[in-house]
């Protein structure tokens, strides 16, 4: 008798292993570096390891993204520690939904980022730079970040739908909003200052969803009456903690835009060259010059995923759950990807084609079906606006301050926030 031969299992590479029981405490301390260190000292663009006692497999570069980035192949649940999911996103809301559930609720947020709706935000951010201009003019020194995040939050409310009442409501909101934003890859005070304002934003939240369900007025092409009113995939309405949720998930990242702003000041500062190009208002230059910044300076360090189903790439499995953290501070300076990735060089976008795998800063793949941020095109349209406005309409002085940027701290900035005197108009 013949024995039925028995077909051959697959046989896989392993994935090289980093130094260390548990790199928790690495991670903490080199910040942005911590995949790119031990991808470099592996010779490898995979490795795993143990963070918070986990193991979890880290990633860079474009090949790795597009695996990461293939639609159905990850979900965001269980991937982001509470601490830093619950100042981003919350539970239940659009980026840690799959599936149907996912297609429908992400359909909504992309409709609330339409052409229509983004040329009216932008609009009305340039409306309140105008007039922060003019204020500025009485001032004599003035801290980039916290004018960015104030100007920010005024025109997203009233983009919104859900306008601020007073002066001292703007100042209250926006602090809320900022906290979130810097606590999120924190551990200790900022993150348990960041949790604890998030509680008081999603109250106000809450209010206005209920308030507008209840018949007050409201336009009903605003964002805001969308997500009120809003059917998801399972018939009902989101219910008023989940609209509230996706209220602040629209209204939260415009803010966090004024971090993309301050690091493209820094680097006009630094490029003083490109401040008249900017101010002519060229479109395709403001593109290449804001793409630039985007890809160059650190916004967040990593994305994380947890597999679906088991499958296999480059030799190397993936068993169903398990975590893999996507590098996006060293995917957006990949040699493979990016010849001279340590230097700003904005013409380096002029021809090329951008695949959405190469450039990660928030997130990649296609929009539609995938976990890519809806509001990166809101992005770049907000922050090539206030680029433009900043070049062409107030002058300024820099003075001597700290523009280090930490790479340990997540998220980053400037030391000193940008400090800007002797304002004046430009003209």
């Not at 340990?408 to 004046?424: C, D, K, N, V």
């Amino acid at each position: 008798m013949h024995e039925l031969s028995q077909p051959a299992l697959p046989v896989h590479r392993a994935i090289p292993q980093a130094e260390g029981f548990d790199n928790t405490y690495a991670l903490l301390n080199e910040g942005y570096r911590f995949i790119g260190n031990r991808c470099d000292a592996l010779g490898s663009d995979i490795f795993s390891t143990r963070l918070m006692l986990k193991r979890v497999v880290c990633i860079r570069g474009e090949p790795a993204s597009r695996m990461f980035y293939q639609p159905g192949r990850f979900t965001r649940k269980g991937a982001i520690p509470p601490t830093a999911l619950s100042l981003l996103q919350d539970k239940g809301s659009t980026q840690v939904l799959d599936g149907e559930a996912h297609r429908v609720r992400k359909a909504l947020m992309m409709q609330l980022q339409s052409p229509e709706q983004r040329a009216r935000l932008v609009a009305l951010v340039e409306s309140e730079w105008l007039a922060q201009f003019r204020r500025w003019t009485r001032l004599r020194q003035v801290v980039l970040i916290q004018e960015a995040q104030a100007v920010l939050c005024r025109a997203a409310c009233a983009w919104a739908g859900v306008p601020l009442a007073n002066i001292e409501e703007a100042v209250l909101r926006t602090a809320e909003f900022s906290a979130m934003i810097d606590g999120a890859g924190a551990v200790g005070p900022r993150n348990w200052m960041g949790q604890a304002l998030r509680r008081h934003t999603k109250q106000w939240a809450c209010d206005h969803i209920k308030a507008i369900r209840m018949g007050a007025p409201v336009d009903p092409d605003s964002p805001v009456a969308a997500i009120a009113f809003h059917v998801d995939a399972d018939g009902e309405v989101l219910s008023t903690e989940q609209a509230a949720i996706e209220l602040l998930n629209i209204l939260r990242p415009v803010v966090a835009v004024g971090r993309y702003i301050v690091f493209g000041a820094l680097a006009l500062h630094q490029y003083p060259e490109w401040r008249t190009r900017l101010a002519s208002g060229d479109d395709a230059t403001l593109h290449t010059f804001v793409q630039e910044v985007r890809r160059f300076y650190p916004f967040f360090p990593a994305i994380g995923g947890r597999v679906l189903e088991a499958f296999d790439w480059e030799g190397m499995h993936f068993a169903k759950n398990d975590w893999v953290l996507l590098d996006i501070y060293g995917t957006n300076r990949h040699p493979s990807s990016w010849s001279d990735g340590e230097v700003f060089r904005p013409e380096r976008f002029d021809s090329r084609a951008e695949n959405g795998y190469n450039l990660v800063a928030q997130g990649g793949g296609d929009f539609a079906s995938g976990h890519r941020c809806p509001g990166e095109m809101v992005t770049v349209e907000i922050t090539k606006a206030t680029l433009r406005l900043l070049a062409a309409e107030v002058a300024y002085e820099v003075p001597p301050q700290d523009l280090g940027i930490n790479l340990e701290r997540m998220p980053t900035l400037p030391a000193s926030g940008f400090m800007m005197e002797a304002l004046r108009p430009a003209r």
